[in-house]
């Protein structure tokens, strides 16, 4: 039978930079670290998504204290990492071969940002046949200016992200109804 | 020099049938056929994405009538075309290796929907190293209900997509503003 991974995408130091903006859902760290524990508990598969910036001023460049892991996603020995410097975590990273050769075909992503580097990766491991559970709460993102001028907060940005991804590129679920269907 | 890539993304007279709900920007297929002109007369390279869907009921089925490009993005002969079947128009393609061996590295991405393939190809191709400048008002989007059960105005799903796109994968562009810069 396929094993279901846990997907932890940058949850990382570097993110509680003041420089991000206002941030959505600030509970999603404390869900991720109770998903975290049921998938240990149930010795099914954790994959640790770390992003390795190349950008100039980034907090997350390998070299910087932001690029360490929060409290609470630090990987256990044997836990399987990836690094990546773009958003799409199957890129550069040999992760959809790790994951095809462990018979892995179900992922539940978790991680920051919404619409950055979890949709990018949500959207790709859909289009390569995995299938994808994203975990609402358990995900957030940053206000950001778009090209006409305006100010979009975090919130709109979260939510109309999973509107786009929710029944094209994945199933949207919360961290609840995920804990109780293993319990 | 490297050249620049007009990339027509998905523009089929199946995106015309009334079940994907209210679209915005209804000026967006007559942008692309100025662009399109303006490319052909300066000898650019254009290349046509069509998507054959393997979903039971959509109009964008290979033997649909709903397959076809509109009339505003019809191919001419040699004008190269690829065929997806997923929303990244990298995926199963060869479209990464045909752009590297034409020397090509920029990309100018225009077509439907804004928040689907436009987005994923927009994403997929920076984070292969591809410059993307992706047209605002040659793209388009449907309005879609969320996993909370809110209806979002294909407005609001545009404009917000290319709030996350913008700066992280792509330069967010008018028609006008590209057209004057080649005139």
Chains 1, 2 share one sequence.
Not at 92 to 108: D, H, K, R
Request: net charge negative; charged share 20%; with cysteine.
């Amino acid at each position: 039978m396929s094993q279901t991974a846990l997907m932890i995408i940058d949850v990382q130091k570097g993110l509680d930079d003041p420089s991000w903006g206002r941030r959505n859902n600030p509970g999603a760290e404390s869900n991720i670290a109770r998903l975290l524990a049921a998938w240990r508990q149930r010795r099914q598969p954790v994959i640790h998504i770390r992003h390795c910036s190349v950008a100039p001023n980034s907090p997350l460049r390998p070299e910087l204290p932001g690029n360490a892991f929060k409290a609470e996603a630090q990987p256990l020995p044997g836990e399987k990492q990836f690094s990546k410097s773009v958003n799409s975590a199957f890129i550069g990273t040999g992760l959809a071969q790790y994951l095809e050769a462990q018979g892995i075909s179900n992922l539940v992503m978790v991680g920051l940002t919404t619409d950055h580097c979890v949709s990018t990766s949500a959207r790709m491991a859909a289009n390569l046949g995995f299938v994808v559970t994203l975990i609402a709460d358990a995900t957030a993102t940053f206000e950001r200016e778009g090209p006409d001028g305006v100010l979009y907060s975090a919130e709109d940005i979260h939510n109309i992200s999973l509107a786009s991804l929710s029944g094209e590129f994945c199933k949207v679920r919360s961290t609840e109804a995920v804990l109780s269907e293993l319990a």
